[in-house]
């Protein structure tokens, strides 16, 4: 049984940093790429950042200079680290994953259950 599992969500104030981590779990063949979605209130889900699993990163223009994105192969995870936080950042953040389980050995989509975070102005 494959999944992601988000934590270090939480309420910040405008300026301040926050950290996002994510592992998967389970029987995995292969990681691909990793990521990070957020879905702000009355928007739809958007891409955040990514990381191949050579190490190539992705962000979105909003948050370019601000977020980092980083992934240790070996333990399974990716972090997002967030600093000078706006309040537009608010929003679930969820875990992606493009990987291989091994009890497939086809490529899937997964994705962690979200974690919130606010930031206060």
């Known amino acids: 049984q494959v999944q992601l599992v988000e934590s270090g969500g939480g309420l910040v104030q405008a300026g301040g940093s926050l950290g996002l981590s994510c592992a998967a779990s389970?029987?995995?063949?292969?990681?691909?790429?990793m990521g990070w979605y957020r879905q702000c209130p009355g928007k739809q889900r958007e891409l955040v950042a990514s990381i191949t699993s050579g190490g190539i990163t992705n962000y979105a223009d909003s948050v370019k200079g601000r977020f980092t994105v980083s992934r240790d192969n070996a333990k399974n995870t990716v972090s997002l680290q967030m600093n000078s936080l706006k309040p537009e950042d608010t929003a679930v953040y969820y875990c992606?994953?493009?990987?291989?389980?091994?009890?497939?050995?086809?490529?899937?989509?997964?994705w962690g259950q979200g974690t919130q975070v606010t930031v206060s102005s």
């Open positions: 992606n994953a493009d990987l291989i389980p091994w009890s497939t050995r086809r490529l899937a989509d997964y």
């Open positions: 389970g029987l995995i063949f292969k990681i691909n790429t």
